[in-house]
């Protein structure tokens, strides 16, 4: 359904007469998944309870339970139907039951103790990368990849030109896709997420084997909770990494929690869930500000959605989970737009850029391999001294701000593939496209 919206709905072994079936709605699809996943959370065990959930890759009852409040909140959330975009009109899945499923799963993984955030977000990733897949931490599941298989930091690390001191995976490793250059500036510059999450670096051609870091053009970015540099097995296949893919972690189910608390109990229940995301965001000197004045200041219900969804952008920032929320939000078509302006703007340095920085200045610090980088901040202007070189880096291109979605193209009605004219044609005529295809 992620792909294609409605599909076949298959519960049953196949038979002869049920071996060609025509697509279900979704609704029907959404009330079995959310019934069987209510009973498998009662077949599990918390995160280290026994021997099977000591391990993140396998699954225990607190993912469970959080995947059915992630899939209780797209359920009643806006999507693209055949008719047009709009929430499900089914009684059984309206907002007030799948934000109560929700919020009760939230709570019961919350109140179980048996997950928690990470207090450091870099730890966190570092972990990941680590491959720590010791359960009862932040990770709730990953998906799991052997040594040799799996493309995480191959396809979305940082960059690295060539085999270095810290891999042996190939040549234009990491770097497929990074975060646009605008999200480095949405963040607070005392925001420890920041400088995990975009990384303004790669790094270049190995010499005798030792890779330094060095600065590309075109505004490049990199997502950096993907890294070789903090892996401790040194990867030697020429294809994948065998780094696992975090499908869920704990920071999720705060946020969904605070999202479904906002709408049935108000702002004050909201409160709580969305200041222990902050709290790990920023030191303990700025939680007086940064935690308890931002989100006490949040009165009503829309200014707590608002923050909820700017947090949400925030800390999954490379996690491949953004998408799916904006479209439940019914908010992917103004996003993309509104991402496009910002990239203009930041392009000319005009309204909310024209305090960033055109030029960047950098030296390498005594290990001679890493960066020091001066002018990725806000007002950054001036040489901070002759030992530093210069960086141009203002040239973002038109092209690159419309790579973001083909011009003429409304996001919000091109939410599905098309099904492939394969199946379309193996299918005796039960399938067809909807949705303009």
């Given at each position: 359904?992620?792909?294609?919206?409605?599909?076949p709905?298959?519960f049953?072994?196949i038979?002869?007469?049920?071996?060609?079936?025509a697509?279900?709605s979704?609704?029907?699809?959404?009330?079995?998944?959310?019934?069987?996943?209510?009973?498998?959370?009662?077949?599990?065990?918390?995160?280290g309870?026994?021997?099977?959930?000591?391990?993140?890759?396998?699954?225990n009852?607190?993912f469970?339970?959080?995947?059915?409040?992630?899939?209780?909140?797209?359920?009643?959330?806006?999507?693209?139907?055949p008719?047009?975009?709009?929430?499900?009109?089914?009684?059984d899945?309206?907002?007030a039951n799948?934000?109560?499923?929700?919020?009760?799963?939230?709570?019961?993984?919350?109140?179980?103790?048996?997950?928690?955030?990470?207090?450091?977000?870099?730890?966190?990733?570092?972990?990941?990368?680590?491959?720590?897949?010791?359960?009862?931490?932040?990770?709730?599941?990953?998906?799991?990849?052997?040594?040799?298989?799996?493309?995480?930091?191959?396809?979305?690390?940082?960059?690295?030109?060539?085999?270095?001191?810290?891999?042996?995976?190939?040549?234009?490793?990491?770097?497929?896709?990074?975060?646009?250059p605008?999200?480095?500036?949405?963040?607070d510059?005392?925001d420890?997420?920041?400088?995990?999450?975009?990384v303004?670096?790669?790094?270049?051609?190995?010499?005798?084997?030792?890779?330094?870091?060095?600065?590309?053009?075109?505004?490049?970015?990199?997502?950096?909770k993907?890294?070789?540099?903090?892996?401790?097995?040194?990867?030697?296949?020429?294809?994948?990494d065998?780094?696992?893919?975090?499908?869920?972690r704990?920071?999720?189910?705060?946020?969904?929690?605070?999202?479904?608390a906002?709408?049935?109990?108000?702002?004050?229940?909201?409160a709580?869930?969305?200041?222990?995301?902050?709290?790990?965001?920023?030191?303990?000197?700025?939680?007086?500000?940064?935690?308890?004045?931002y989100?006490?200041?949040?009165?009503s219900?829309?200014?707590?959605?608002?923050?909820?969804?700017?947090?949400?952008?925030?800390?999954?920032v490379?996690?491949m989970?953004?998408?799916?929320a904006?479209?439940?939000?019914?908010?992917?078509?103004?996003?993309l737009?509104?991402?496009?302006?910002?990239?203009?703007?930041?392009?000319?340095?005009t309204?909310?850029?024209?305090?960033v920085?055109?030029?960047l200045?950098?030296?390498?610090?005594?290990?001679?391999?890493?960066?020091?980088?001066?002018?990725?901040?806000?007002?950054?202007?001036?040489?901070?001294g002759?030992?530093?070189?210069?960086?141009?880096?203002?040239?973002?291109?038109?092209?690159?701000?419309?790579?973001?979605f083909k011009?003429?193209?409304?996001?919000d009605?091109?939410?599905?593939w098309?099904?492939?004219?394969?199946?379309?044609?193996?299918?005796?005529?039960?399938?067809?496209?909807?949705?303009?295809?």
């Open positions: 359904m992620k792909a294609w919206g409605d599909v709905a298959r049953e072994p038979n002869s007469e049920t071996l060609y079936l697509k279900s979704r609704d029907v699809i959404y009330k079995q998944l959310i019934a069987d996943l209510g009973e498998a959370s009662t077949l599990v065990a918390w995160p309870e026994t021997a099977a959930t000591t391990s993140v890759e396998r699954i009852k607190a469970v339970k959080g995947l059915r409040a992630r899939l209780a909140m797209v359920v009643s959330g806006f999507q693209q139907y008719d047009g975009v709009r929430r499900s009109t089914d009684p899945l309206s907002v799948m934000y109560k499923i929700a919020l009760d799963e939230c709570r019961d993984v919350i109140n179980s103790g048996k997950a928690k955030l990470e207090p450091s977000f870099e730890t966190l990733w570092k972990k990941l990368n680590q491959e720590n897949v010791t359960a009862g931490g932040e990770s709730l599941w990953e998906i799991p990849f052997a040594d040799g298989r799996g493309r995480v930091v191959f396809s979305f690390g940082v960059r690295h030109a060539t085999n270095n001191q810290f891999h042996n995976n190939g040549s234009n490793r990491g770097g497929t896709a990074g975060p646009l605008t999200i480095f500036y949405d963040y510059v005392a420890s997420r920041r400088d995990v999450s975009c303004p670096y790669r790094w270049g051609t190995a010499v005798n084997g030792i890779a330094q870091q060095e600065l590309v053009g075109s505004n490049t970015w990199y997502f950096g993907f890294r070789y540099e903090w892996m401790t097995r040194f990867v030697t296949s020429s294809n994948d065998g780094v696992n893919k975090m499908y869920m704990f920071a999720e189910v705060l946020l969904i929690a605070a999202e479904a906002n709408e049935l109990e108000g702002t004050a229940a909201a709580p869930y969305l200041k222990e995301v902050r709290k790990r965001a920023f030191a303990p000197a700025l939680h007086p500000v940064k935690v308890e004045a989100v006490n200041g949040l009165t219900k829309q200014a707590m959605f608002n923050a909820i969804v700017n947090e949400h952008k925030l800390e999954f490379g996690e989970e953004r998408k799916q904006l479209i439940r939000w019914n908010l992917l078509k103004a996003n737009e509104l991402a496009k302006t910002k990239m203009y703007n930041f392009k000319n340095r309204g909310e850029y024209a305090d920085p055109k030029t200045y950098y030296k390498y610090k005594t290990d001679n391999v890493s960066l020091d980088i001066y002018g990725l901040n806000r007002g950054e202007n001036v040489s901070p002759v030992d530093y070189s210069s960086f141009g880096w203002n040239s973002l291109t038109d092209l690159r701000v419309e790579s973001l011009a003429g193209v409304n996001p009605n091109r939410q599905f098309p099904i492939w004219q394969v199946f379309i044609d193996g299918s005796n005529n039960t399938l067809k496209n909807d949705y303009g295809y």
